[in-house]
């Protein structure tokens, strides 16, 4: 069946889609109003749990096909009212778009598009999400030809779609292809208030895709230094170095956009939400029955908040400037901070601090943070008392790795069963009753950003130990 629309319609035609315009934007400003009452009870959280679960997902592949596959699926979980979801990638002049993925699967054919062809083309070229409805939509199919009609029909119900969201995937250095959300029917449209949520699944596919291709480069320029011989290992180790930082820089810097977008969207209905519960706890008795499930409803929200809050910290850059950092010293003071857990939990507290250790270079407040974190947990994990140790020493320089500071800090308490070892850096993963499960992630992130690692053992009633490694400063630098 061939498709076609006419180009110069007549008033009968033109009143009637004047008609369908008209009856389509107020089905989205009802569906605009039910969202907005939807979001004042929390609906959103959803949404936002799927977000956060499919970028660490997306930004640890390594492959072109799943991540378009998972982001296709993303898409069609994310967003209400979703009947297909497309993925193109462009080839390397820009002027050909191919689809790879839809609807979560692989597309068994390689069906290709012109950039200034239809809907795909439009995607590409478009500068940011944009949401297409009704006539404008129709006007973009026009131009298909019968294959490709054919082919999208099989994927897309209905066809041809009444509603769609256009998601160029592009970074600052190139574009890299296009998604494009499909509404599912005429009483289920795509609406303006899914393009934020498009527009942070957009960055995160792209920068996931980025990702990719930079790994798929530097394997060609691997191979070709290889075969000349004629550059250093030196030179090569410094390229690989420059282009994961340049990767993890642009990684952080879209989730960090995707952070603040969710955490917008959250806190303004979580904001009247307190107040309101506020006003209520005025009016409400001390001794109401009520008020235990008011105390519930407002404890819920602190977590809420402090979630949305700890996951901006989460990504947020650091800003501060680099400086020589003590680990001896920050460890000294880090104790003090947790005298009255170690006091009210009558737990002993064992030190050994080597003088050996040089300083490192990074963020004090941030390495406090982990020290702190863990030794709070520490204390947690000893609800009937127990010892804390703390101890570093310097691990000196091999043959293939530089000099590192080691830090450990353990407990004689409740330990961690096998099946939470594995996971306890995932970010939301947690077993404490009114845990956030960011704290050791933020924990493992910090090191990270330092150049360092860090590792767990831990056995059942015995204890745990957390192990961290940081390269310190060579002594000639140490010492200025």
Known sequence: ????????????????????????????????????VAMQRGDVAPQLSALMSMSITLLVS?????????????????????????????????????????????????????????????????PRPMLVVGPQLEMLLEDLTEEQHHVLSGLISPYPPSSAIFMPLRTEA?????????????????????????????????VALAEVLERERATVLQHALLASKTLHAEAEARLNTAEAQLLQSAKLAAVGELAASIAHEINNPLYAARNSLYLVDQDIPPDSPQRTFLDIAQSELARIAKIVSRMRDFYRPARDELEPVDLNMLIDETMELVQTHLRRGQIIIQSSLSDDVPEIIGHADQIRQVFLNLMINACDAMPDGGTLRVETNLIPSSSDLP??????ISDTGQGIPDEHLARIFEPFYTTKAQGTGLGLAISAHIIAQHGGQISVASAVNEGTAFTMLLPVLPPSDAER
């Open 174 to 206: 190139r574009r890299i292809g296009a998604m494009v959300v499909l509404g599912s029917n005429n009483a289920h449209l795509l609406l303006p208030r899914d393009l934020p949520f498009a527009q942070s699944l957009g960055s995160l596919v792209a």
């Open 1 to 36: 069946m061939r498709y076609r629309f006419t180009r110069t319609p007549s008033a009968a035609i033109r009143r009637a889609h004047h008609r369908a315009s008209h009856e389509a934007a107020m089905r989205m400003r009802i569906a605009e109003l039910e969202a907005s």
């Open 403 to 408: 000099p590192y500071a080691r830090i450990e």
């Open 62 to 126: 390594h492959e072109l096909e799943p991540i378009l596959s998972l982001a296709t699926q993303s898409a069609m979980n994310l967003l209400p009212g979703t009947g297909a979801a497309l993925a193109f990638i462009a080839d390397d002049t820009g002027e050909q778009l191919t689809l790879i993925a839809a609807n979560g699967f692989k597309a068994r054919n390689n069906l290709r598009f012109s950039r200034q062809q239809g809907f795909p083309g439009h995607a590409f070229l478009t």
